[in-house]
């Protein structure tokens, strides 16, 4: 089995920071794509960002040029620099990964989902 962790969720002002961390552990032979997606109330989840192993990166459009995806593949965790931050980013925040595990099987796991709250 595979775990997610995340962690750096909380509230913020307009305008303010964050950082996210996500953890894998368990059964692991190798992680190739990690990722955040988020949901508002009301609202499906989306894609927020995606880190390849090779370390090519996608971005929604809504959040290109204030947030930044990078990951520490010895650690098995991906972060989620989050800049400028807009009440419209509010969500609950999951984290993703594409995993191999030590029984070669390619699975896609998720995280707990850690709360995002940004204050006008």
């Known amino acids: 089995q595979v775990q997610l962790v995340e962690s750096g969720g909380g509230l913020v002002q307009a305008g303010g920071s964050l950082r996210l961390s996500c953890a894998a552990s368990?059964?692991?032979?190798?992680?190739?794509?990690m990722g955040w997606y988020r949901q508002a109330p009301g609202k499906q989840r989306g894609l927020v960002a995606t880190?390849?192993?090779?370390?090519?990166?996608n971005y929604a459009d809504s959040v290109k040029g204030r947030f930044n995806i990078s990951r520490d593949n010895a650690k098995n965790t991906v972060y989620l620099q989050m800049n400028s931050l807009k009440p419209e980013d509010t969500a609950v925040y999951f984290c993703?990964?594409?995993?191999?595990?030590?029984?070669?099987?390619?699975?896609?796991?998720w995280g707990q989902g850690t709360q995002v709250t940004v204050s006008s």
């Open positions: 993703e990964s594409v995993v191999t595990t030590t029984s070669r099987i390619i699975s896609n796991y």
């Open positions: 368990g059964s692991i032979f190798s992680i190739n794509t």
């Open positions: 880190i390849t192993s090779g370390g090519n990166i």
